[in-house]
């Protein structure tokens, strides 16, 4: 029925709800499918970014405001960002009005299979990383949705023998009706939007929802060394592969003693050494063998694999070296946006660590962080809105070198680099998302780096 009415979409009424980029794209791709499109936002036209690109392509604008009267249009679409308790979101439901996500528009019109990849940590690198390996084998493939690059944006383009390769997000799988991924990854799981979701249970059900719709020929790659993602596997219809840094595996992709082994089909092949990666630290290990595992399953050969994972440098904002400057050196981890991600992030370090952290609150409990913080950790500068709640954290446990910058980002970087000397490093990894004080992480990011090379 869905789909039914995606492909005879011209003429009809659609209200698409958010105007960020991915609001954006999904109006823009409606409309030139002869939709009568309707891109409506809370904020108003100077809050938002790139207007006049959606209004030239024939969309009216609801900004300030939802539309009151939703029972004329055929189809809504929301925006990720979006939370769906929300009354437009009520009012469609009562109208009957479909509400999809901009995945779901982009699965209905893409020709080619999805490989996708989701969890609470490394999804970006994890997908960078397998579309870097498809570049690396002369497979061509699309790579997008919450990496930063809509989905629509290029899927119509690509043939059928291409991959969509796309990171998706909780809050895009939260609308998924359809969608159907032939490979997809569930890396782990750990607290995180839980200000959204509310219980780990719904977080991990919502997760899921990657492997709808799966079948015996598709494939379902689980994390064996997380125990919630592994206990999800019966309830799975595709086959299911795993991966692992720390079990020997009967089929998937593992460590055995210092190097990567793809065990599938009664056959074990050596893949690569582990010291042989680019990129470092137990997180990365798991990204490259989650990595590797998909793009095996999808006919990439394993020397391939290897000499990919050999030259693959990493992701912006994910451990990024930023320089070194008077013998200390600045790391930008501002996709550090939970608690988890920055243990990854502090487990890597390798000299006395002066720390950034705080930001927009999602609920997170900072005590995890406490044992590496006391070994790692020489001096922390909190900002943001969670900066009083990791500053009790911090007390509790009797550290007390931190000092607050309120929500001054350039006093922020001016007191960690005073704190820092010769053989030092400055992490930015927050453990927060950055929604209080920028418009994302990269934002966020970019401002550290441009005040390091300014002020260090």
Avoid at 101 to 130: C, D, M, Q, V, W
Avoid at 243 to 270: A, H, N, P, T, Y
Wanted: glycine letters at 8%.
């Amino acid at each position: 029925m869905l789909n039914e009415l995606l492909h005879n979409i011209s003429g009809k009424n659609v209200l698409v709800i958010g105007a960020g980029l991915s609001g954006r794209e999904a109006a823009v791709f409606l409309a030139a499918k002869g939709a009568k499109v309707v891109l409506a936002d809370n904020k108003q036209a100077s809050e938002l970014e790139g207007l006049p690109v959606v209004e030239n392509a024939g969309v009216d604008l609801c900004l300030g405001q939802m539309p009151e009267d939703v029972s004329g249009f055929a189809l809504a679409v929301i925006s990720p960002g979006v939370p769906l308790a929300i009354p437009v979101v009520a009012a469609l439901d009562t109208a009957r009005v479909p509400l999809i996500g901009e995945l779901e528009l982009a699965y209905h019109y893409s020709r080619s299979p999805f490989l996708a990849i989701t969890g609470t940590n490394g999804k970006t690198t994890t997908t960078t990383l397998l579309g870097y390996i498809l570049q690396q084998a002369g497979r061509p493939c699309y790579v997008g949705g919450n990496i930063g690059a809509a989905l629509v944006d290029g899927v119509e383009q690509l043939a059928s023998d291409a991959a969509v390769v796309a990171e998706l997000s909780s809050f895009q799988l939260e609308t998924a009706v359809d969608f159907h991924a032939h490979i997809a990854a569930f890396l782990n799981l750990t607290p995180d939007h839980l200000y959204r979701h509310e219980t780990m249970e719904n977080y991990g059900n919502i997760k899921t929802k990657i492997f709808a719709h799966q079948d015996k020929d598709d494939f379902a790659v689980l994390n064996y060394d997380d125990a919630m993602v592994r206990s999800y596997a019966p309830r799975l219809s595709g086959t299911v592969v795993y991966f692992s840094r720390k079990s020997e595996l009967e089929c998937g992709m593992f460590l055995k003693g210092d190097k990567i082994v793809w065990r599938f089909g009664g056959i074990e092949q050596e893949v690569i050494a582990a010291a042989d990666i680019l990129i470092k630290g137990p997180h990365n290990l798991e990204n490259a063998l989650a990595a590797s595992a998909m793009a095996a399953l999808y006919g990439v050969e394993l020397s391939v694999i290897a000499e990919a994972l050999k030259s693959f440098p990493g992701v912006e904002h994910r451990q990024e070296p930023v320089g070194e400057f008077n013998g200390v050196i600045y790391i930008n981890d501002s996709k550090g946006t939970n608690p988890d991600s920055t243990l990854y992030a502090l487990a890597a370090c390798e000299r006395p660590t002066v720390l950034i952290l705080g930001g927009f609150s999602k609920g997170s409990d900072f005590h995890d962080l406490l044992p590496l913080i006391k070994e790692k950790v020489k001096h922390i500068v909190l900002l943001g809105e969670t900066a009083d709640v990791i500053a009790a954290t911090l007390d509790e446990a009797g550290f007390t070198a931190y000092e607050h910058a309120g929500y001054d980002f350039t006093k922020c970087v001016k007191l960690a680099i005073a704190a820092a000397e010769p053989g030092d490093e400055v992490l930015l990894s927050p453990a927060c998302a950055s929604w209080d004080m920028f418009k994302c992480f990269e934002e966020r990011g970019e401002e550290f780096k441009r005040l390091v090379k300014e002020l260090a």
